[in-house]
């Protein structure tokens, strides 16, 4: 039997060794956080481990064991069947479960007698998530960043991926966060990854950067959305040097229209959403606001939030968070589509070698 246990830390650093992580937990924990890339192969799934869990706590646990045991197996084989009857014997599994213990010892020990390499990790899930938050400040710190900067509409996003396009570094917070970074940002069926699972995708995109070469990252705040940006990250971005986009008024609104075009399809999740802005803004200038959007003035109630609430509260935190904001140079883009950032991107990687 070949079965080998390494620390969390010593599976971080080797993940690309391995042909498959494996998840050995239920779909609910899985769905919470697992380790990048990894698949689910639950040795107990989300019912099973409801009714183990119950049998350990109202009878005793060794009929629990007996009937997890019985149900393991089952759920063990059928993962075989499915993923490795055409498997050659060089395959080499990372697997893990909650605490490196019997979920992932029993399929790792199946695996290890059919004569597999398998590689468990100690202490499972929960010595990841301990080496992950322990890396992220170091991997956060190790990198120069440049921050794009712009009032809400100048198209922050289009640039990094047009930049991405041309070949150039890129940590794109909003993507990872599946949110548009406002009380607006929410993005219709994606929901957004828990903490957890946040960070992990963090630290997956931070470990892809190569300290050699500048990265470029959207301006944001320490939350995006329901998520939150390591203290690490959040410093570094802060300290680093800053580039702002500059674009008019009614490009602005095109392109916000553009960007966010599920809200004129939708003008009551519109309404939904601009009711989180009652406290701020109080009920009168909401309530003006809707009913503009649902007689269809949709650029009209954008062109008001962009001039009266989000300009205002974007510059102020700029100067007050960002230290190069206010002698970054300044880039002016006029909204032509997205050839328009195409053209900024190769200005702006021109201009910096």
Not at 77 to 91: F, N, V
Not at 95 to 122: D, M, P, Q
Not at 263 to 287: H, K, N, P, S, Y
Not at 304 to 323: G, I, K, Q, T, W
Request: charged share 20%; proline share 5%; net charge neutral.
């Amino acid at each position: 039997m070949s079965v080998h246990k390494i620390s969390a830390t010593e599976a971080l650093q080797h993940l690309a060794a391995f042909d498959a992580v494996i998840d050995a937990r239920s779909e609910a924990e899985f769905a919470e956080d697992h380790l990048p890339g990894a698949v689910n192969w639950p040795t107990l799934n989300n019912e099973e481990r409801r009714v183990i869990g119950t049998l350990y706590k109202q009878v005793n646990p060794f009929e629990a064991k007996k009937r997890g045991a019985a149900i393991s197996a089952r759920n063990i084989a059928a993962h075989i069947e499915r993923e490795l009857l055409d498997t050659p014997k060089s395959w080499q599994p990372l697997v893990y479960c909650w605490r490196g213990g019997n979920r992932s010892g029993a399929l790792a020990t199946i695996l290890g007698a059919i004569g597999f390499k398998v590689t468990l990790v100690e202490g499972g899930y929960k010595a990841y998530r301990t080496a992950v938050l322990a890396d992220l400040p170091a991997m956060a710190q190790r990198l120069r960043y440049r921050v794009v900067c712009g009032r809400t509409g100048t198209g922050k996003t289009h640039l990094l991926q047009a930049l991405a396009a041309q070949g150039a570094q890129i940590l794109d917070l909003e993507a990872l966060a599946q949110h548009r970074s406002s009380v607006l940002g929410l993005i219709p069926g994606q929901p957004q990854p828990s903490q957890k699972l946040f960070d992990s995708r963090l630290w997956a995109a931070l470990r892809a950067l190569d300290p050699a070469r500048e990265v470029y990252v959207e301006a944001e705040s320490k939350r995006v959305g329901n998520v939150t940006v390591p203290e690490a990250l959040i410093h570094a971005m802060r300290a680093s040097p800053c580039l702002t986009l500059e674009m008019d008024l009614p490009d602005r609104v095109a392109l916000l229209l553009h960007d966010y075009a599920f809200f004129a399809q939708d003008a009551e999740f519109f309404c939904d959403r601009l009711a989180t802005l009652t406290e701020l803004r109080g009920r009168e200038t909401v309530g003006r606001w809707q009913a503009q959007a649902r007689s269809g003035q949709m650029a009209e109630v954008v062109e008001d939030l962009l001039a009266n609430h989000y300009d205002p509260r974007y510059e102020e935190s700029m100067a007050r968070n960002f230290v190069a904001y206010p002698t970054s140079t300044r880039w002016p883009v006029t909204y032509q589509g997205a050839g328009s950032f195409e053209v900024l991107a190769r200005q702006l990687l021109a201009a910096s070698n």
